[in-house]
């Protein structure tokens, strides 16, 4: 679909920056909190309560839901596929969701501003 309206595309560009900066952090969390459990369940051998089994399917499905908001903003902000790749891998490594969330919304943000500039909004 086009978007024959510039400021309708800014929208679409600036919400689709913020459910992927949403995301990034909460599938931060989840691998924090997933990482801890695997840590305490199979290196520290700590019996694990019954709740704690909804942590991997959970942090699962919060990282499906990074993976569509990611591709979503890298198609919407013209990413290469390499970008949009890394910054999907982003969120299997503890701690680098925040780094890449931080960089890539810097950069989304920096084309946006372009692109207001461009047609003449401030």
Excluded: Q
């Amino acid at each position: 679909m086009l978007v024959k309206d510039p400021a309708h595309r800014l929208r679409k560009l600036n919400n689709a920056l913020t459910r992927y900066r949403v995301l990034a952090w909460i599938t931060g969390v989840w691998l924090l909190i997933l990482v801890g459990e695997m840590v305490l369940k199979y290196i520290l051998k700590v019996d694990m309560p019954d709740w704690t089994n909804f942590i991997p399917p959970a942090h699962g499905w919060v990282y499906f839901v990074y993976l569509l908001c990611t591709l979503d903003l890298g198609i919407k902000i013209r990413w290469g596929w390499g970008k949009i790749i890394i910054t999907c891998l982003a969120g299997t490594i503890p701690f680098l969701s925040f780094y890449f969330e931080h960089i890539r919304a810097r950069e989304a943000k920096a084309e946006i501003a372009d692109a207001k500039r461009s047609i003449g909004i401030e």
